[in-house]
């Protein structure tokens, strides 16, 4: 009698499990893999968000110091401004932090000076 978990019999199984190494092993052997280096686009999304994120809160902290002491529309452009600032430093910050981890060579070559074509 068959078995009720397998119904097509194990032959059929032991095909399908040749069948699945076999295309594993074809994916294996088909070459290197390209991958795309985004860490830079990621970090410029990460920035970006940062700095929107600073706005907004420092607009929404000036709107509702408006609304709490009427005083319309001081404490939204204050607070504004104050966003602005934050996320500026906190751009700065993080571009500081960057070149820290991630040193500029100062004998690479790069692009010629007016001084570098004399020679």
């Given at each position: 009698m068959a078995d009720p978990?397998?119904?097509h019999g194990s032959d059929a199984l032991d095909e399908l499990a040749k069948r699945v190494a076999a295309l594993h092993q074809e994916r294996e052997?088909?070459?290197?893999?390209?991958?795309?280096d985004r860490s830079g686009m990621s970090l410029g999304?990460?920035?970006?968000?940062?700095?929107?994120?600073?706005?907004?809160?420092?607009?929404?902290?000036g709107?509702?110091?408006?609304?709490?002491?009427?005083?319309?529309p001081w404490g939204l452009l204050v607070g504004l401004a104050l966003g602005f600032v934050t996320g500026?430093?906190?751009?700065?910050?993080?571009?500081?932090?960057?070149?820290?981890?991630?040193?500029?060579d100062p004998q690479a070559s790069g692009l010629k000076d007016d001084s570098d074509e004399d020679a």
């Open positions: 978990r397998h119904p052997n088909a070459g290197p893999k390209v991958s795309v999304l990460r920035l970006a968000s940062e700095f929107a994120s600073a706005i907004l809160v420092g607009g929404l902290l709107y509702g110091v408006d609304v709490v002491l009427t005083t319309q500026t430093v906190n751009l700065i910050r993080a571009s500081r932090q960057m070149t820290q981890a991630h040193p500029v």
